[in-house]
Protein backbone atom coordinates (compact mmCIF):
# COMPACT_ATOMS: atom_id res chain seq x y z
CA UNK A 1 0.00 0.00 0.00
CA UNK A 2 1.57 3.46 -0.98
CA UNK A 3 -0.10 6.59 1.15
CA UNK A 4 0.13 9.90 -0.55
CA UNK A 5 -0.18 12.80 -0.95
CA UNK A 6 1.41 14.34 1.82
CA UNK A 7 4.99 15.18 1.57
CA UNK A 8 7.77 14.13 3.91
CA UNK A 9 9.12 17.22 5.92
CA UNK A 10 12.48 18.03 5.53
CA UNK A 11 14.97 18.61 8.08
CA UNK A 12 14.76 21.70 10.24
CA UNK A 13 15.38 23.21 13.97
CA UNK A 14 12.44 24.66 15.23
CA UNK A 15 12.46 27.74 17.21
CA UNK A 16 11.58 26.15 20.70
CA UNK A 17 15.85 24.07 19.81
CA UNK A 18 13.58 20.57 19.13
CA UNK A 19 14.90 19.29 15.49
CA UNK A 20 13.42 17.60 12.90
CA UNK A 21 15.04 14.53 11.61
CA UNK A 22 15.10 12.13 8.62
CA UNK A 23 15.81 8.72 9.55
CA UNK A 24 16.41 6.29 6.98
CA UNK A 25 16.59 2.39 7.81
CA UNK A 26 18.17 0.15 4.92
CA UNK A 27 19.55 -3.56 4.47
CA UNK A 28 22.05 -2.77 1.58
CA UNK A 29 23.39 -6.56 1.47
CA UNK A 30 27.31 -5.88 1.65
CA UNK A 31 27.26 -3.20 -0.87
CA UNK A 32 26.70 -6.59 -3.35
CA UNK A 33 24.31 -4.68 -5.45
CA UNK A 34 24.59 -1.31 -7.33
CA UNK A 35 26.13 1.31 -5.38
CA UNK A 36 25.32 3.94 -7.35
CA UNK A 37 21.65 3.45 -7.25
CA UNK A 38 22.05 2.62 -3.66
CA UNK A 39 23.66 5.80 -2.98
CA UNK A 40 21.41 7.91 -5.32
CA UNK A 41 18.39 6.74 -3.11
CA UNK A 42 20.21 7.55 0.05
CA UNK A 43 20.99 11.22 -0.91
CA UNK A 44 17.72 12.01 -2.31
CA UNK A 45 16.28 10.84 0.91
CA UNK A 46 18.41 13.33 2.76
CA UNK A 47 18.51 11.58 5.67
CA UNK A 48 20.64 12.81 9.32
CA UNK A 49 20.46 9.44 10.59
CA UNK A 50 20.81 6.44 8.53
CA UNK A 51 20.32 2.79 10.01
CA UNK A 52 22.28 0.15 8.05
CA UNK A 53 21.93 -3.25 8.29
CA UNK A 54 24.31 -6.06 6.15
CA UNK A 55 27.16 -3.42 5.97
CA UNK A 56 30.30 -5.15 4.71
CA UNK A 57 32.01 -7.13 7.46
CA UNK A 58 35.39 -9.18 5.87
CA UNK A 59 38.30 -7.83 4.11
CA UNK A 60 38.52 -4.17 3.79
CA UNK A 61 35.16 -3.34 4.98
CA UNK A 62 35.65 0.09 6.81
CA UNK A 63 37.06 1.03 3.15
CA UNK A 64 33.77 -0.09 1.55
CA UNK A 65 31.96 1.66 4.65
CA UNK A 66 33.86 4.80 4.33
CA UNK A 67 33.12 4.89 0.67
CA UNK A 68 29.53 4.73 0.76
CA UNK A 69 29.80 7.52 3.50
CA UNK A 70 31.48 9.55 0.89
CA UNK A 71 29.12 9.02 -1.90
CA UNK A 72 26.23 9.71 0.33
CA UNK A 73 27.92 13.02 1.95
CA UNK A 74 27.60 11.30 4.98
CA UNK A 75 29.76 10.33 7.82
CA UNK A 76 30.49 6.81 9.34
CA UNK A 77 28.91 6.96 12.97
CA UNK A 78 29.78 3.60 14.41
CA UNK A 79 29.49 0.02 13.40
CA UNK A 80 30.25 -2.45 10.94
CA UNK A 81 32.14 -5.94 11.37
CA UNK A 82 32.31 -4.73 15.02
CA UNK A 83 28.55 -4.79 15.16
CA UNK A 84 28.38 -7.75 13.18
CA UNK A 85 26.72 -6.03 9.91
CA UNK A 86 24.73 -2.99 11.64
CA UNK A 87 26.09 0.20 11.29
CA UNK A 88 25.04 3.81 11.42
CA UNK A 89 25.51 7.03 9.46
CA UNK A 90 25.09 10.59 9.99
CA UNK A 91 24.96 14.10 8.63
CA UNK A 92 26.89 16.68 9.57
CA UNK A 93 24.11 17.63 11.83
CA UNK A 94 24.63 15.71 14.19
CA UNK A 95 27.23 16.18 17.12
CA UNK A 96 28.40 12.62 18.57
CA UNK A 97 28.38 12.15 22.16
CA UNK A 98 28.95 8.14 22.58
CA UNK A 99 29.29 5.45 20.24
CA UNK A 100 28.91 1.18 21.69
CA UNK A 101 28.86 -1.65 19.03
CA UNK A 102 27.31 -4.69 21.10
CA UNK A 103 27.64 -8.19 20.07
CA UNK A 104 25.10 -10.38 20.92
CA UNK A 105 25.03 -13.92 22.69
CA UNK A 106 25.81 -16.31 19.57
CA UNK A 107 23.71 -19.56 18.86
CA UNK A 108 25.51 -22.38 17.57
CA UNK A 109 24.31 -22.53 14.02
CA UNK A 110 23.27 -19.11 13.69
CA UNK A 111 24.83 -15.86 12.29
CA UNK A 112 26.30 -13.64 14.58
CA UNK A 113 24.17 -10.85 15.49
CA UNK A 114 24.58 -7.32 16.93
CA UNK A 115 23.54 -3.90 17.48
CA UNK A 116 25.30 -0.46 16.41
CA UNK A 117 24.31 2.31 18.80
CA UNK A 118 24.97 6.14 19.38
CA UNK A 119 23.72 9.26 21.08
CA UNK A 120 24.26 12.39 19.64
CA UNK A 121 23.05 16.00 19.43
CA UNK A 122 20.72 17.21 16.75
CA UNK A 123 19.88 21.13 17.39
CA UNK A 124 18.50 20.92 20.81
CA UNK A 125 17.75 17.62 20.86
CA UNK A 126 19.49 14.58 22.47
CA UNK A 127 19.16 11.23 21.05
CA UNK A 128 19.99 7.77 21.24
CA UNK A 129 20.16 5.74 17.92
CA UNK A 130 19.97 1.51 17.30
CA UNK A 131 20.65 -0.25 13.86
CA UNK A 132 19.79 -3.98 14.49
CA UNK A 133 19.54 -6.87 12.20
CA UNK A 134 17.20 -9.23 14.28
CA UNK A 135 17.92 -13.11 13.45
CA UNK A 136 16.11 -15.69 11.00
CA UNK A 137 14.58 -18.10 14.45
CA UNK A 138 11.69 -17.45 15.98
CA UNK A 139 13.12 -17.90 19.31
CA UNK A 140 16.02 -15.88 19.06
CA UNK A 141 14.55 -12.87 17.21
CA UNK A 142 12.38 -12.70 19.96
CA UNK A 143 15.66 -12.70 22.70
CA UNK A 144 17.25 -10.41 20.69
CA UNK A 145 13.79 -7.99 20.67
CA UNK A 146 14.32 -7.82 24.23
CA UNK A 147 18.23 -7.23 24.01
CA UNK A 148 17.19 -4.35 21.99
CA UNK A 149 14.96 -2.82 24.30
CA UNK A 150 17.04 -3.00 27.33
CA UNK A 151 19.94 -1.65 25.43
CA UNK A 152 17.40 1.41 24.56
CA UNK A 153 16.94 1.69 28.60
CA UNK A 154 20.49 1.70 29.02
CA UNK A 155 21.19 4.33 26.95
CA UNK A 156 20.50 6.89 29.23
CA UNK A 157 18.61 8.96 27.16
CA UNK A 158 14.63 10.76 26.87
CA UNK A 159 14.27 10.15 23.28
CA UNK A 160 15.40 7.27 20.88
CA UNK A 161 14.99 5.64 17.80
CA UNK A 162 15.22 2.00 16.95
CA UNK A 163 15.44 1.01 13.07
CA UNK A 164 16.15 -1.92 11.21
CA UNK A 165 15.38 -5.36 9.23
CA UNK A 166 13.65 -7.61 11.78
CA UNK A 167 13.44 -10.69 9.69
CA UNK A 168 9.76 -10.41 10.84
CA UNK A 169 6.13 -9.08 9.96
CA UNK A 170 3.72 -7.18 12.14
CA UNK A 171 2.13 -9.49 13.14
CA UNK A 172 5.18 -11.67 14.48
CA UNK A 173 6.14 -11.81 18.43
CA UNK A 174 9.41 -10.00 17.92
CA UNK A 175 8.06 -7.26 16.29
CA UNK A 176 5.07 -6.86 18.20
CA UNK A 177 7.52 -7.27 21.55
CA UNK A 178 9.10 -3.83 20.11
CA UNK A 179 5.79 -2.37 18.76
CA UNK A 180 4.09 -2.99 22.00
CA UNK A 181 6.69 -0.27 23.66
CA UNK A 182 8.11 1.49 21.26
CA UNK A 183 6.09 3.89 18.51
CA UNK A 184 5.87 1.89 15.22
CA UNK A 185 6.35 4.63 13.20
CA UNK A 186 4.92 3.41 10.15
CA UNK A 187 2.08 2.82 11.64
CA UNK A 188 1.70 6.00 13.58
CA UNK A 189 2.21 8.00 10.46
CA UNK A 190 1.85 6.23 7.61
CA UNK A 191 3.57 8.16 4.35
CA UNK A 192 4.57 6.17 1.36
CA UNK A 193 4.93 2.96 0.51
CA UNK A 194 4.42 0.14 2.77
CA UNK A 195 5.88 -3.28 2.10
CA UNK A 196 9.89 -3.56 2.26
CA UNK A 197 10.84 -7.31 0.76
CA UNK A 198 11.65 -7.81 -1.92
CA UNK A 199 12.32 -4.70 -4.12
CA UNK A 200 11.14 -6.16 -7.36
CA UNK A 201 7.12 -7.35 -5.84
CA UNK A 202 7.24 -6.74 -2.08
CA UNK A 203 4.84 -8.86 -0.21
CA UNK A 204 6.68 -8.06 3.89
CA UNK A 205 6.85 -5.44 5.69
CA UNK A 206 10.00 -6.34 7.77
CA UNK A 207 11.76 -3.48 7.96
CA UNK A 208 11.12 -0.59 10.47
CA UNK A 209 11.64 2.60 12.24
CA UNK A 210 10.17 3.06 15.41
CA UNK A 211 10.79 5.78 17.85
CA UNK A 212 10.08 6.31 22.22
CA UNK A 213 7.05 7.97 23.29
CA UNK A 214 7.85 11.73 23.13
CA UNK A 215 8.74 11.98 20.17
CA UNK A 216 6.36 13.20 16.99
CA UNK A 217 6.56 10.56 14.12
CA UNK A 218 5.43 13.19 10.83
CA UNK A 219 5.70 10.23 8.38
CA UNK A 220 6.84 6.69 8.11
CA UNK A 221 7.33 4.51 4.76
CA UNK A 222 9.26 3.16 2.01
CA UNK A 223 10.15 6.67 -0.19
CA UNK A 224 8.48 5.40 -3.55
CA UNK A 225 7.77 8.69 -5.40
CA UNK A 226 10.00 10.91 -3.41
CA UNK A 227 12.17 13.32 -5.78
CA UNK A 228 15.28 11.69 -7.50
CA UNK A 229 13.88 7.97 -5.90
CA UNK A 230 13.31 5.92 -8.95
CA UNK A 231 11.59 2.05 -9.19
CA UNK A 232 14.77 1.43 -11.13
CA UNK A 233 17.24 2.32 -8.24
CA UNK A 234 15.32 0.75 -5.78
CA UNK A 235 14.86 -1.96 -7.70
CA UNK A 236 18.83 -1.94 -8.04
CA UNK A 237 20.43 -0.68 -5.27
CA UNK A 238 19.70 -3.85 -2.45
CA UNK A 239 17.35 -6.63 -1.99
CA UNK A 240 15.12 -4.56 0.54
CA UNK A 241 13.56 -1.25 0.81
CA UNK A 242 14.23 1.42 2.91
CA UNK A 243 12.29 2.94 5.12
CA UNK A 244 12.18 6.46 5.96
CA UNK A 245 10.76 8.59 8.52
CA UNK A 246 10.39 12.35 9.47
CA UNK A 247 10.28 12.44 13.63
CA UNK A 248 10.50 16.02 15.75
CA UNK A 249 12.39 15.08 18.36
CA UNK A 250 12.21 17.70 22.10
CA UNK A 251 15.07 19.58 23.32
CA UNK A 252 16.55 18.84 26.39
CA UNK A 253 17.85 15.77 27.60
Not at 17 to 34: P, Q
Not at 144 to 165: E, S, W, Y
Request: proline share 7%; with cysteine.
Amino acid sequence: MVTTPMSLPDSRTEPDGSAVVRVLSYNVRSLRDDTEALARVIRACAPDLVCVQEAPRFFRWRKAAARLAAMTDLVMLSGGATAAGPLLLCSLRATVEHTEDILLPLTPGQHRRGLATAVVRIAGARIGVLSCHLSLTGVERLAQADMVLDRIGAMGVPHAVVAGDLNDVPEGRAFRRLAGRLQDCRTVRPWGGELTFPPDAPRKRIDAVFATDGIEVLGCGVPAGLPGVTDADLRAATDHLPVLAALRVPAGG
